[in-house]
C-alpha cells in the first residue's frame, strides 16, 4: 500500500492500514542451529484498532514484535518480509531512522521492563529525557506532563515518584512507568507485550481502560500481545493466533470466539479457566508442547498435538486461507462447531 491514496472509512476516517506486517521470517542462528522464531507471519492493525497476537510461550510473539520494532539483534536476522508503517517498509530503514521513530511514532512496552530502564536515573529523568530527545519538551513542561502521565497509569502520588529511582520499586510499578513511557510521546502505534502481567487485576483494568482510550481519542493503533483470553475479548479488535511461529489463524475478535476454526484456537479457548484468576497464566491445557522450532518440515506444526490431523497433514504444510469474510485459518481440516453466541469487545 502507498503512503497516498488512503481510503476513506463511513465516518471519513482513514481506513487504510497503519501497520502491514508481510511475510515476516526472523531467525536466530544458536551453535549450529537455526531457530525459525517466526516463518511468514502477516498481519495488519489500522489507526484506532487493536489487534491481539496470542499463542503459548515460544510461538514468536515476542519476536514479531522486535521486529516490527527493528530490535532484532545477532544472532537474530531477518532473513524476508516487510513491516509497512504509512505504506514504508521499516525493515529498509537505516538505524539513524528507525531510532527517530521508536519511542515515539512507535512505541512498545517490553515483555522484561527490568532490563529496559536504566538503573541511575530517575523515574522523572527517564520521562524528561525521552521528550527532550524527541519532542524538544522544556523541563517545566516535561514535569508537568511526567506527573500527568503517571498518575493516568495508576501511580499513586507522581510527584514523589519523579525522584524515585526504578530499582526502588515493585514490578507492578516498573511496568506502569514502562507504559508511561511508552505513552509519552504521544506514538501512533503502540505494542505493548504482556504489558499487565505482573499488575493485579485493578491497575490491569486501569491500563487497558486508558489503551482504549487512547484509540478513541487519539486514534491510536495497539498490538496486545497476552495470555490472557479474557483481556483479548474485552480490548481487541482483531486477533492473531501464533503457533511455532507462524499466523494459524486471524480474525475479527466477535469471529474468533464464536466460530474458531483452526483446531489449536479452539485448544486455546477451550482451556480458558472457569474462574476469574487474579493471575494471567499460560495455557497448559492442550496435550503436548509447541515445538522450538529448528527444522522447516513440510507438514503442519501442529499436527503432532491435534486431534483432527490425517495423511497429509504430516506431508504438506496448509496455507493461511480465508475460511469466511475477514477471516483465515491455516488447517487442511478446519473445525466447523456450531457457532456460539458473539463475543463483543
Ligand atoms: N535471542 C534469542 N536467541 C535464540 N532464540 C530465541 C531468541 N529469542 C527468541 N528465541 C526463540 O524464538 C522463538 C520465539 O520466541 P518468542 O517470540 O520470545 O516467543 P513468545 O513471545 O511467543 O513466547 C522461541 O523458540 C525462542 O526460544
Ligand atoms: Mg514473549
Not at 27 to 51: C, I, K, Q
Not at 110 to 136: D, F, I, M
Not at 175 to 188: K, T
Not at 315 to 323: A, F, G, K, Q, T
Request: proline content about 8%.
Amino acid at each position: 500500500m502507498s503512503g497516498t491514496g488512503r481510503l476513506p472509512d463511513s465516518q471519513g476516517r482513514d481506513s487504510s492500514p497503519l501497520l502491514e506486517v508481510r511475510d515476516l521470517h526472523t531467525r536466530f542462528r544458536v551453535r549450529d542451529t537455526t531457530v525459525y522464531a517466526v516463518e511468514g507471519a502477516s498481519m495488519t492493525v489500522r489507526a484506532g484498532e487493536t489487534l491481539g497476537i496470542v499463542g503459548e510461550s515460544g510461538s514468536g510473539k515476542s519476536v514479531t514484535a522486535l521486529s516490527i520494532m527493528g530490535m532484532i539483534r545477532w544472532p537474530g536476522q531477518i532473513a524476508g518480509g516487510q513491516v509497512l508503517f504509512h505504506g514504508e517498509d521499516l525493515l529498509k530503514k537505516p538505524e539513524s531512522q528507525m531510532r527517530k521513530l521508536r519511542g515515539r511514532t512507535i512505541a512498545m512496552v517490553p515483555q522484561n521492563p527490568l532490563t529496559s530502564l536504566n538503573p541511575v536515573l530517575t523515574v522523572g529523568e527517564h520521562l524528561r529525557e525521552l521528550l527532550w530527545v524527541h519532542l524538544k519538551t522544556s523541563s517545566g513542561e516535561a514535569k508537568a506532563r511526567s506527573i500527568d502521565l503517571l498518575s493516568r497509569v495508576g501511580l499513586p502520588d507522581p510527584e514523589q515518584r519523579l525522584r524515585e529511582y526504578p530499582h526502588r520499586m515493585s514490578g507492578g510499578q516498573r511496568q506502569r512507568v514502562m507504559i508511561a513511557l511508552a505513552m509519552a510521546c504521544g506514538p501512533e502505534l503502540l505494542i505493548a507485550d504482556e504489558p499487565t502481567t505482573a499488575l493485579d487485576v485493578t491497575i490491569q483494568a486501569q491500563i487497558l481502560e486508558l489503551m482504549d482510550e487512547l484509540s478513541r481519542e487519539s486514534n491510536l493503533a495497539s498490538v496486545l500481545i497476552t495470555h490472557n483470553l479474557g483481556i483479548v475479548a474485552g480490548h481487541c479488535d482483531q486477533v492473531v493466533v501464533m503457533y511455532a511461529g507462524r499466523v494459524v489463524e486471524s480474525a475479527p475478535v466477535g469471529e474468533i470466539f464464536a466460530h474458531p476454526r483452526h483446531p489449536y484456537t479452539v485448544g486455546l479457548l477451550q482451556c480458558v479457566p472457569r474462574l476469574t484468576r487474579h493471575r494471567e497464566r499460560e495455557f497448559h491445557t492442550i496435550p503436548g508442547s509447541p515445538p522450538v522450532v529448528t527444522e522447516l518440515a513440510d507438514g503442519c506444526p501442529f499436527a503432532p498435538r491435534c486431534a483432527y490431523a490425517t495423511e497429509r497433514c504430516w506431508s504438506h504444510r496448509p496455507p493461511l486461507d480465508d475460511v469466511g469474510p475477514a477471516h483465515a485459518a491455516a488447517c487442511w481440516n478446519p473445525v466447523d462447531l456450531p457457532r456460539t453466541a458473539e463475543v463483543t469487545g
